[in-house]
């Protein structure tokens, strides 16, 4: 009844378990939520006040389908100034959260026979794109060598690229391994997609939460012929505690960026007026609350991290970037619990929802099977104490 694009979605290995969490809630159990996806952090009150006072004066009308002058502008300064990469007003398209943004750069730059590289692990929504766009998503999993774990693998990269390839989507720094990508990896990257003429499609979404001295490198500041084959993509989501108001953009070179205006004038027009008015505050109005909130992401990923570092048969990676770990818990598959059998990062999920009671992500939404997904956007103090209730629901294994 319906088109193979709709049937050939992999549904999302995450809602199973998310109406779980929901039951259980429902039920009064205390679930600690290690999953979130967003900042547990309130908007900044100079943002809210920006879209209400954009509702007082009736700036509540349809805009340029690429977003508000202002707006582009601003976000023209902010590459300027943070990310080193020139671009004019008519390089940017702004959009309804990153993910638009994503798929509209997606569906410009490719189509049935096409073939997009994304490396894994990886967000679970780029393979859908691609499949929407009626293309072939290539995976191509990170380096294996001890020291560079989630370190992008360029050789195999390369081995993975044919004639039908168009593009590689990257994510720095990176949902779900927390990686951030150095420059000198970026630049064999560029150099190798310069070779082959092919885009690169870099997530940054995540670009001001690193710690512990980690540098976030945008590709397009590499050269100017890495400027040439970026599509950058970013928004304010993440930095800016705004995931509801729905901000994206895309920068890039202007026959793309005018493409992908074309896709969005036909699909959704232009981002909220309201949320575009919000979004200019944020970027041009006081930067402190960024710095707060990373400030507290730092602290928890610290205690995170040296917490799992410590448990038997955990391994981690020390990642500097967004707000998540992903520890490697194959050591248990083969256990038991009871009758429970742990064979995989979902029956891992299930049983720490269970029996600990707290929600974690499966690594196999990520393609990462030997792994759970650790976010730390939660409070200090949920944090330790689902972290007690992992390390002991873990110590239950035989
Ligand atoms: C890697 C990555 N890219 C993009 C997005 C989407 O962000 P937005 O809220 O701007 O659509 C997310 C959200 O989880 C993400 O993790």
């Not at 809210?48 to 004066?57: L, V």
């Not at 994304?118 to 691609?130: A, F, K, L, N, R």
């Not at 970013?234 to 493409?259: E, H």
Request: with cysteine.
């Amino acid at each position: 009844m319906f088109s193979d694009r709709a049937i050939n979605l992999t549904p999302s290995a995450t809602v199973e378990l998310n109406a779980k969490v929901a039951q259980l809630k429902k039920d009064g159990i205390d679930i600690i939520k290690l999953n979130i996806g967003e900042p547990d952090f309130g908007t900044p009150e100079n943002i809210k006040r920006a879209a209400k006072q954009a509702i007082d004066e009736e700036f509540t009308k349809y805009t340029p389908v690429p977003g508000i002058p202002e707006l582009r502008q601003a976000i023209c300064h902010k590459l300027k100034a943070e990310n080193g990469i020139d671009y004019q007003p008519n390089e940017i398209c702004v959009s309804t959260g990153a993910k638009q943004a994503l798929i509209n750069a997606v569906l410009v730059i490719a189509q049935a026979g096409d073939e997009v590289i994304i490396p894994t692990p990886c967000w679970v929504s780029y393979e859908e794109m691609v499949r929407i766009a009626g293309a072939e998503p290539v995976l191509v999993p990170v380096s294996q060598q001890p020291g560079r774990e989630f370190d992008l693998d360029i050789a195999a990269i390369e081995k993975a690229v044919t004639p039908r390839t168009r593009a590689i989507i990257i994510n720095t720094p990176n949902n779900p391994t927390g990686a951030v990508y150095l420059k000198e990896t970026l630049e064999q990257l560029v150099e190798l997609a310069v070779r082959y003429e092919l885009y690169i499609i870099t997530d940054e979404v995540y670009e001001k939460l690193l710690y512990n001295g980690a540098v976030h490198v945008s590709v397009a500041s590499l050269s100017p012929e890495a400027r040439k084959i970026s599509i950058t993509v970013n928004g304010l989501s993440k930095s800016y505690a705004m995931t509801g108001w729905r901000i994206g953009y895309v920068a890039a070179d202007r026959p793309i960026v005018a493409a992908i205006s074309g896709i969005q004038g036909h699909m959704t027009s232009c981002a909220s007026s309201i949320a575009q008015r919000a979004a200019l505050e944020a970027l041009t109005g006081p930067q402190k609350s960024v710095e707060v909130m990373r400030e507290e992401f730092s602290r928890r990923r610290n205690m995170m991290y040296s917490r799992l570092k410590t448990m038997p048969g955990i391994t981690c990676s020390d990642a500097n970037g967004a707000f998540y770990l992903l520890p490697d818990i194959s050591a248990y598959y083969g256990k038991r619990y009871g009758s429970t059998i742990i064979r995989d990062s979902c029956d891992m999920a299930n049983f720490l929802l269970d029996q600990a009671h707290i929600a974690v992500v499966p690594g196999a939404s990520f393609r990462a099977p030997d792994c759970l997904r650790l976010s730390y956007s939660n409070s200090m103090e949920n944090l330790q104490k689902g972290l007690d209730r992992f390390e002991e629901a873990l110590s239950y294994l035989k």
